[in-house]
């Protein structure tokens, strides 16, 4: 545990690529934050969930591994000697008299601070797992497994792949020239993937290098001592496959919860922050969200528009840290960065 205590002008809730990006924002403007997550790493869903998963839509980079843009961005912000709190949850914020704000994390750790921006991705999040007895069985090393970390984990390896969206397909295409075998499982032929993914998947499948098992669901595990063997599907006719597998990864999304951040007093939209877009303004001033917690109208959950969420909020917390201040806007080329 923790008694140590800090004073920054803006904490950021989250390290995932948005909250990294508002580390170097902030910087560029003067101001010195304070970086909390609940991992015990910087990166978010991109290093605990998918590091090696390629992302497309980075501008500037046709393709991207996830760790690879986290290791990009922690190395944008460290010239502005961010300080990170790892490994512990922010379980209480107040708002005080004078404006600024008390934050305590699990670990007792509390930092003052003058603003605030919740780039909490999800919130707490974890797999939405499928409903079948004697699950637990077989998770971790037993072969099923809800991220893939090190794709040469499955070199050589039969693998079941479970659901119709953009995980399920994207690993299907990632893996299916290093596993023996790559069978993708879902209730219908069409997926709600991207179109070009798709596209690429049932070429695969047509020229034998992807079996799809269609239509069919999961129903059960087969094993020996909580190693995975087969994964059995069925029709809703009841019609049963036994496939033989080493892994099943069922991909079904994420289950969100916001965690002690419903608590705040934030004007709440199920499990996301309902914000202003051209400030990334909560219901209360001095704080902000960026990211996939933030929601407005024609939001876009996209790294790329994260960023740019990002940029808005800093630029916004900085007039609710000196409201009496004029600012004059600067292009980075003009001002450089530290240590350049």
């Not at 961005?73 to 379980?91: D, N, R, S, W």
């Not at 032929?189 to 069919?216: C, H, N, W």
Request: aromatic letters at 8%; proline letters at 5%; charged letters at 20%.
């Amino acid at each position: 545990m923790s008694d140590a205590s800090y004073s920054t002008d803006i904490a950021i809730i989250g390290a995932g690529p948005i909250g990294l990006f508002a580390v170097f924002e902030a910087g560029m403007l003067g101001l010195k934050t304070h970086v909390i997550d609940a991992l015990d790493m910087v990166g978010g869903q991109c290093s605990a969930l998918y590091p090696e998963k390629p992302i497309f839509d980075i501008p500037a980079h046709p393709q991207i591994a996830g760790q690879d843009l986290i290791d990009q961005l922690a190395k944008q912000a460290a010239p502005f000697e961010p300080t990170y709190h790892l490994g512990q949850q922010v379980i209480k914020l107040e708002k005080r008299d004078d404006g600024r704000f008390t934050l305590e994390t699990s670990v007792g750790t509390i930092i003052d601070a003058g603003a605030v921006v919740i780039a909490a991705g999800c919130g707490a999040f974890g797999p939405n797992k499928p409903p079948m007895d004697g699950l637990e069985d077989y998770e971790g090393s037993g072969g099923v497994q809800y991220y893939v970390k090190r794709r040469a984990d499955f070199a050589g390896k039969k693998v079941v792949i479970a659901g119709g969206g953009d995980s399920a397909v994207d690993w299907a295409l990632s893996l299916h020239d290093i596993a023996e075998k790559v069978m993708v499982v879902h209730r219908r032929p069409k997926f709600r993937a991207a179109p070009d993914s798709s596209a690429k998947l049932q070429a695969l499948a047509e020229a034998g290098k992807i079996e799809m098992v269609i239509p069919y669901q999961l129903k059960s595990l087969k094993g020996d001592n909580g190693k995975l063997s087969h994964v059995v599907v069925a029709t809703l006719k009841g019609e049963e496959l036994a496939l033989e597998a080493d892994h099943l990864l069922p991909f079904f999304g994420l289950a969100m919860e916001l965690g002690p951040i419903a608590d705040w007093g934030l004007n709440l939209d199920r499990n996301h922050i309902g914000v202003t877009q051209a400030t990334m303004a909560t219901s209360v001033p001095g704080i902000f969200a960026i990211g996939d917690i933030a929601t407005y109208e024609h939001k876009l959950k996209l790294i790329l528009s994260g960023f740019a969420e990002g940029a808005s909020a800093i630029h916004a917390a900085r007039s609710y840290l000196f409201p009496d201040k004029e600012f004059h806007f600067e292009y980075s080329t003009t001002t450089g960065v530290p240590n350049e």
